[in-house]
């Protein structure tokens, strides 16, 4: 009889225990419903839709949020300057087909005309494959202007660049092949955008070719 009361008693007293100890325990919130807005877990960036302004050459702080245009590479400009004088040099029209954009345009002694036939009338008259070797001309003297600013006062460039545009002015060290003349003193190019660097658009060179 006493073992029997015994396991009676150890049996209420693990449950006394057992009851203590859940009402011990800490106490959560409940709801009756789940919130409708998505979840996130902890840490998450939540990504904001915040709309750009307009890009700008230039602009003061008190305007906020501000979004500045990358600078021309002046590098890409003088790489398609010197392309331009090997295909003249190499007298190839495919070289040309490169630098020169579909409408590209040549002012030479008043007259305005295509690049591309003018520059071959040129190949077939003359030999430029004699200036192969001389030096044309220094890339330290290219003179490159941007579109001008707001504000800003007239530039001397010869050529007055658009937006995204640029004007490169070559002047010329080495214009004869023996005693033929085939290059102005100096060339003027408008280079616009093309794919990762530029392309000209229109040349200005003050040369009367020969009869």
Do not use: K
Not at 5 to 17: D, H, N, R
Not at 27 to 39: C, I, K
Not at 67 to 87: M, S
Not at 198 to 211: D, K, Q
């Amino acid at each position: 009889m006493r073992s029997g009361w015994g396991a009676i008693g150890a049996a209420v007293l693990a449950l006394s225990l057992a009851c203590s100890c859940r009402s011990s325990g800490p106490a959560f919130e409940s709801v009756a419903e789940l919130p409708t807005e998505p979840r996130r877990p902890a840490g998450t960036d939540v990504e904001l839709h915040v709309s750009l302004p307009e890009g700008a050459r230039s602009g003061e702080t008190q305007e906020g949020l501000l979004l500045l245009e990358a600078p021309a590479d002046p590098a890409r400009a003088r790489a398609v300057v010197g392309a331009f004088f090997r295909a003249l040099v190499e007298e190839s029209p495919s070289a040309l087909e490169t630098v020169l954009t579909p409408q590209a345009v040549i002012q030479s002694a008043s007259r305005r005309e295509a690049a591309r036939p003018h520059l071959q009338v040129r190949f077939a008259r003359s030999d430029f494959r004699g200036l192969a070797g001389e030096t044309l001309y220094r890339d330290g003297d290219i003179e490159l202007w941007e579109a001008r600013r707001a504000g800003e006062s007239a530039s001397n460039a010869p050529l007055e660049p658009n937006a995204e545009e640029l004007v490169a002015r070559v002047p010329v060290v080495t214009s004869f092949a023996g005693r033929q003349r085939l290059l102005g003193d100096e060339f003027v190019f408008r280079l616009v955008p093309a794919g990762t660097g530029f392309a000209i658009s229109e040349i200005v060179e003050e040369f009367r070719a020969p009869p």
